[in-house]
């Protein structure tokens, strides 16, 4: 059976004097790829994300996960990503972001608000592992995998780094944000997660929120019914606000 993990993509805290991804009154966003300053990446990031950078190259950015193409990569051998070395065909990439609020259509629009949200999915359909070029996946799916930025350099995968290609029709970035609502009791994140030992979290302290979605895991295991109910929790959440069933045909 499928599993479902979280991953935190996008600017984040340690960006936000150079790089935000605005989220708006209607709560539409712009997904705003991390700086990585003084190495050009594949392809510059979209324009609409230009006006949020501040004092960055647009092309000094990792623009991972790829939204047209729908991939997503990444070095497993980062404490970080380990989990993902487990990832399988037809489990889900649940992916979440720090937004900030913003009035206008450019830096000046920031107010400073924040909060962090779920703002897409990718349901993997094949898996690239290191030494595998773009030309080893099925071929359908080579040009989709020959964008990722984890094959800019023109070399095979390096070690420990993965590249996982999406279903087109059940990976999405969401139209909008939804709020994880990790600011109340009762939370939409409180309400579905558990830490690893399979504990509630807290908002502050010991089991934080924070602490625990550091980094990327398995959060459900669809095959387990509490589990999975936890996970239609969100799954209704996100279809209720955006119109993308997270679950959708998942036996």
Same mark, same amino acid.
């Given at each position: 059976?499928?599993?479902? %993990?979280?991953?935190?993509?996008?600017?984040?805290?340690?960006? =936000?004097?150079?790089?935000?991804?605005?989220?708006?009154? /209607? $709560?539409?966003?712009?997904?705003?790829?991390?700086?990585?300053?003084?190495?050009? #990446?594949?392809? =510059?990031?979209?324009?609409?994300?230009?006006?949020?950078?501040? &004092?960055?190259?647009?092309?000094?950015?990792?623009?991972?996960?790829?939204?047209?193409?729908?991939? %997503? #990569?990444?070095?497993?051998? /980062?404490?970080?990503?380990?989990?993902?070395?487990?990832?399988?065909?037809?489990?889900?990439?649940? !992916?979440?972001?720090?937004?900030?609020?913003?009035?206008?259509?450019?830096?000046? #629009? !920031?107010?400073?608000?924040?909060?962090?949200?779920?703002?897409? +999915?990718?349901?993997?359909?094949?898996?690239? *592992?290191? &030494?595998?070029?773009?030309?080893? +996946?099925?071929? =359908? /799916?080579?040009?989709?995998?020959?964008?990722?930025?984890?094959?800019?350099?023109?070399?095979?995968? +390096?070690? *420990?780094?993965?590249?996982?290609?999406?279903?087109?029709?059940?990976?999405?970035?969401?139209?909008?944000?939804?709020?994880?609502?990790?600011?109340? &009791?009762?939370?939409?994140?409180?309400?579905?997660?558990?830490?690893?030992?399979?504990?509630?979290? /807290?908002?502050?302290?010991?089991?934080?929120?924070?602490?625990?979605?550091? +980094?990327?895991?398995?959060?459900?295991?669809?095959?387990?019914?509490?589990?999975?109910?936890? =996970?239609?929790?969100?799954?209704?959440?996100?279809?209720?606000?955006?119109? %993308? $069933?997270?679950?959708?045909?998942?036996?």
């Amino acid at each position: 059976m499928s599993k479902v %993990y979280l991953v935190n993509v996008v600017a984040n805290r340690g960006h =936000a004097s150079i790089a935000r991804c605005p989220i708006f009154e /209607n $709560d539409t966003f712009i997904f705003v790829p991390f700086p990585h300053p003084g190495t050009h #990446g594949r392809r =510059a990031c979209a324009k609409r994300a230009q006006p949020f950078l501040r &004092g960055v190259d647009p092309r000094e950015v990792h623009d991972d996960p790829d939204w047209e193409a729908l991939t %997503y #990569g990444d070095n497993c051998a /980062n404490p970080r990503a380990l989990a993902l070395k487990r990832v399988q065909p037809n489990d889900i990439l649940l !992916f979440w972001a720090l937004l900030w609020r913003n009035r206008g259509s450019d830096w000046s #629009g !920031f107010s400073g608000e924040h909060g962090w949200y779920l703002i897409g +999915a990718l349901r993997v359909r094949e898996i690239l *592992d290191a &030494g595998q070029r773009a030309a080893d +996946a099925a071929m =359908a /799916n080579r040009a989709r995998a020959a964008r990722s930025v984890h094959f800019a350099s023109g070399e095979p995968l +390096a070690a *420990d780094n993965r590249v996982f290609i999406g279903s087109r029709r059940y990976s999405k970035l969401f139209p909008k944000a939804v709020d994880f609502q990790v600011t109340q &009791g009762s939370g939409l994140i409180y309400r579905t997660l558990r830490t690893a030992g399979g504990h509630r979290l /807290n908002r502050l302290g010991k089991r934080s929120w924070f602490t625990a979605t550091r +980094a990327c895991r398995a959060i459900w295991d669809l095959d387990k019914p509490e589990e999975r109910k936890r =996970a239609q929790i969100a799954a209704t959440a996100i279809r209720d606000y955006t119109g %993308y $069933d997270l679950l959708d045909q998942m036996a």
